[in-house]
């Protein structure tokens, strides 16, 4: 089965100062990995998402991410975040497009909070 | 991205009836929808994953016969909340997943639904 951890519940940083958000995930074949964020009661956006190639992935609003499949991680990074990017970050792992469609299992999730 | 609509974005019911939530793709067809669960301060849950005029699969523990799930187009699918309970309220996320790529590799959210039954 496959499964998300997020280590961080809750994150606190300055803002302009860099952020990195863990993921490490299970799965027991070539994942599809997803970052999203959230804003309070709202839908999910998609920051980015990795799917093959390249294991650096650029993201929006300047998130990129990296897959380190010896470590079975995704984490998320950001070189200087700012007070707009206060949200909940989900990572998420699907299997692609067989077997039903791409059932994303997700992580708890990470609160960030971003001081001025 | 593709754009999915979730509506309504709130809704308030009491206890013993109905609330259906409706969850459309507005540019593309969307062949497999699946349906989440949030709990506050919690990840997302799947509850079901519907394919398009076929009936839905739901997850262990997902009641079938409370979360009635119809998806009878490929632009449409409803999540009905039959004799809904307080311990029913939460907030309901619907995604969906087209057949033409990119969108086949990717599923696209809608804003959600959040449910307080009173």
């Known amino acids: 089965a496959q499964s998300v951890t997020q280590p961080d519940i809750h994150i606190t940083v300055s803002e302009g100062a860099s952020l990195e958000l863990r993921c490490n995930y299970s799965y027991g074949a070539t994942p599809y990995l997803f970052w999203y964020v959230q804003s309070p009661g709202q839908g999910l956006q998609l920051l980015l998402k990795y799917f093959s190639g390249d294991t650096l992935v650029q993201g929006i609003k300047g998130f990129e991410a990296e897959f380190k499949r010896s470590q079975s991680s995704f984490n998320l990074r950001k070189p200087s975040v700012h007070w707009s990017d206060a949200a909940e970050y989900f990572c998420?792992?699907?299997?692609?497009?067989?077997?039903?469609?791409?059932?994303?299992?997700f992580g708890t999730g990470t609160q960030l909070k971003v001081e001025l | 991205g593709a754009v999915v609509s979730q509506h309504p974005s709130r809704v308030i019911c009491k206890s013993g009836t109905s609330v259906k939530i409706e969850c459309r793709s507005l540019d593309f067809q969307a062949t497999t929808m699946f349906w989440y669960r949030q709990f506050p301060k919690q990840s997302l849950m799947l509850m079901a994953t519907?394919?398009?005029?076929?009936?839905?699969?739901?997850e262990q523990g997902v009641e079938k016969d409370k979360f009635l799930i119809n998806h009878a187009s490929l632009t449409l699918s409803t999540l009905t909340v039959t004799s809904a309970h307080p311990e029913d309220s939460s907030f309901y996320i619907c995604?969906?997943?087209?057949?033409?790529?990119?969108?086949?590799?990717?599923?696209?959210f809608g804003q959600g639904t959040r449910l307080t039954v009173v």
């Open positions: 995604s969906g997943q087209g057949v033409d790529l990119p969108r086949r590799t990717e599923a696209f």
């Open positions: 519907s394919n398009e005029g076929s009936k839905a699969t739901y």
């Open positions: 998420a792992v699907g299997g692609g497009v067989t077997g039903g469609g791409n059932k994303l299992t």
